[in-house]
């Protein structure tokens, strides 16, 4: 075990499978120079530019040459910079990655990953801050992965890299400096589709992802002086995601709370949501309920920017008045 | 009178075969669109078919190709069976696709084909990065990234080009200028001096070639060829043509006048390829018997197809994803 931060943590899991396999590059920009959040640091000079490749400016190039070099044998790694960027190349992530394996007829696979940072960190403001997961979700043959911490930021860019499929790799920008411990043994992955639990508890489940997992933990420290039970399930992997093991814990809590800092309408929230009543909605005590993102674009100025922010506060007093619909709020 | 000083008369021979073999298969979908046994769209690449010829008769079977919505040719220059190609416009089992794609979804990977796309220019970006895989696992083979004129004017145009220049890529890209995009000519909506130019622009080599006459496609090809297998990066290839059917086989095409079809057709590319061989000593009679034995073979490919069962149902829930894929449930 080492102490890394989550951005560390992802530098580690590209250096260790590109050693492994010498048919593993990444393309982006800037990469030559670390990347922007430092998650590319000293791979260029380990791996030089042909595995590492500095790339122009291209969002629609760079996941397109990536589907080419995928379906001709290699597993690119294609850096998007910010999320937001992905958009200029939704033709190729879209149309070209996810369906060429069905279009021909299976005749190829298209294994890559499309690392987007996401989310609002620092005022970046509307274009660069966005979490679109419920987009590439929605999309048949992509898997969609979005790690809260430093340990699962590894183990899941190590599977993600050797599944065969296209695989969204959403890593959250407040995220890029969150230490912990994460192993150092070249074989440990963290499996595709299998969420974490995060926390045990008795009374209410609450279902997040990326970095709403630690605000809902500081949640649950608050509810705790309450005398109430929050067990958190970190999805981990949004498609497919775990539904065993969030209906299990349902029906142990009989409470079931869902965040995520995406906006809330039609956000991936609303499919869990909904699979949650359908499939074990017998269990629920009260009803479900969600939070995310106002439908507003994400603004400047840090007072505007809070608005879209979903604060352990907020959540603490969802899970009070969820659990006591009947009893007015407190504090 | 030209003769085949450079070119093996058996070489031209061959191509021709494959012109006709082009052209009967598309003879053949237009009248089973039109019939209704194929059920989705088709482009045919009628009167354009030295161009595919010309240059896949002059890559190895590993060179790679990306084609376009109207792929036909492409896909059969290459080496595709005709029959999985007609099964797949037929929608049926044995298609190249299992009956998923249809034709703009034409792929063979077995032969180098990577596949039709129904969005134009997106074969660019996938051409020059399945270049870049290939460089990257040491292999020497090209590829070879046909496009229309329409697609001059989208993005990932620019940017691909711009990136097989920058790391120097074993690609030819080929521009089939056949003047119309969808039912727009293109000249109409195209700044500055055309595609030549535009490669030029950013640093690549561009030649220019009447894509009409197989013998000049041929011999510039392969010129272009032993640049980019020496390793001086990509080329640009321009071939002029012509379009004589419509954007798809139900366009009329009624935006265009029939002297403009009539002078074009005046031009077409297997009778100026027949005119050739003939003068090489090649009989009429060795032509014709090329035009009745692939008739023949196309004829056999369209009753396969329609006579090939559709598709069983849990086709459809195969080769989405390996993780997280729905399953079939009857």
Redesign the interface.
């Known amino acids: 075990m080492a102490i890394l931060s989550f951005s560390e943590a992802a530098r580690d899991a590209l250096r260790e499978e590109m050693r492994r396999d010498s048919?593993i590059?990444a393309l982006g920009e800037d990469l030559g120079q670390g990347g922007i959040f430092a998650q590319y640091s000293g791979l260029a000079e380990e791996f030089g530019s042909?595995?590492i490749?500095d790339?122009?400016i291209?969002e629609?190039?760079i996941?397109?040459?990536?589907?080419?070099?995928?379906?001709?044998?290699?597993r690119?790694v294609v850096e998007m910079r910010f999320s937001d960027f992905a958009l200029c190349a939704v033709?190729?992530l879209v149309?070209?990655a996810a369906k060429?394996?069905?279009?021909?007829?299976?005749?190829?696979r298209v294994p890559l990953v499309a690392r987007q940072p996401i989310g609002i960190e620092g005022s970046h403001a509307a274009q660069h801050s966005q979490s679109l997961e419920a987009w590439w979700v929605h999309i048949?043959?992509?898997?969609v992965v979005a790690p809260a911490t430093p340990s699962d930021n590894k183990g899941l860019l190590k599977s993600a890299i050797r599944?065969?499929?296209p695989v969204v790799y959403l890593e959250h920008k407040g995220l890029w400096g969150l230490e912990g411990e994460v192993s150092d043994e070249e074989d440990w992955i963290v499996p595709?589709?299998v969420a974490r639990v995060a926390r045990e508890g008795a009374d209410i489940t609450i279902v997040t992802w990326s970095s709403m997992v630690q605000v809902a933990e500081s949640a649950a420290d608050l509810v705790a002086a309450n005398g109430i039970s929050v067990e958190i399930i970190d999805l981990r992997t949004l498609?497919?995601w775990d539904e065993e093991k969030v209906c299990e814990s349902i029906e142990k809590t009989g409470h079931v709370l869902i965040v995520h800092e995406a906006v809330q309408v039609a956000g991936f929230g609303a499919e869990v949501f909904a699979t949650i009543v359908e499939r074990v909605g017998n269990s629920l005590k009260h009803p479900p309920r969600r939070m995310g993102g106002p439908r507003i674009p994400v603004p400047y100025s840090p007072p505007l920017e809070e608005l879209c922010t979903i604060s352990s506060r907020q959540i603490a007093e969802a899970i009070k008045s969820l659990l006591y619909p009947n009893v007015s709020p407190r504090n | 009178m030209k003769t085949a000083t450079d070119l093996e008369v058996s070489h031209v021979l061959s191509m021709y075969r494959t012109m006709v073999r082009i052209r009967r298969f598309e003879e053949e979908t237009e009248v089973c669109r039109k019939d209704g046994r194929i059920v989705g769209s088709a482009h045919l690449s009628i009167g354009q078919e030295a161009v595919p010829t010309g240059v896949c008769a002059n890559l190895t079977i590993s060179d790679k190709i990306t084609s376009t919505h109207r792929g036909h040719g492409h896909t059969i220059a290459k080496g595709c069976d005709v029959t999985a190609m007609m099964c797949e416009l037929f929608a049926r089992e044995g298609g190249t696709s299992q009956g998923k794609g249809g034709s703009m979804h034409i792929a063979d990977f077995s032969v180098g084909m990577l596949g039709a796309n129904g969005v134009v220019a997106a074969g660019v970006p996938i051409a020059v990065g399945a270049a870049q895989g290939l460089k990257l696992n040491k292999k020497t083979d090209l590829v070879v990234c046909f496009f229309g004129d329409g697609a001059i004017n989208r993005g990932p145009f620019f940017e691909g080009l711009n990136w097989a220049k920058i790391y120097e890529l074993p690609v030819l890209f080929v521009c089939e200028d056949n003047r119309y995009a969808a039912y727009t000519r293109t000249s109409s909506v195209t700044a500055g001096a055309g595609a030549a130019a535009r490669a030029e622009g950013i640093g690549v080599p561009a030649s220019s070639v009447d894509g009409n006459d197989l013998i000049a496609v041929s011999r510039l090809v392969i010129e272009l060829v032993k640049k980019i297998r020496r390793g001086e990066g990509p080329q640009f290839l321009h071939a002029q043509t012509y379009r004589i059917k419509g954007h798809t086989v139900s366009d009329g095409a009624s935006y265009r006048s029939e002297e403009e079809v009539a002078e074009a057709s005046s031009l077409d590319p297997i009778i100026r390829c027949g005119s050739y061989l003939v003068d090489a000593g090649i009989s009429q009679e060795d032509l014709d018997s090329i035009w009745i034995e692939e008739s023949k073979r196309i004829e056999k490919a369209v009753d396969t197809a329609t006579n090939a069962p559709w598709p069983p149902p849990e086709i459809a829930y195969a080769d989405v994803q390996d993780i997280g894929a729905q399953r079939w449930q009857s």
């Open positions: 048919s590059w042909e595995r490749v790339t122009p291209s629609a190039t996941m397109g040459a990536a589907v080419g070099a995928a379906i001709v044998g290699t690119p033709d190729e149309n070209q060429a394996r069905y279009m021909f007829g299976g005749q190829c048949p043959g992509l898997v599944c065969d499929d595709l589709g498609w497919p």
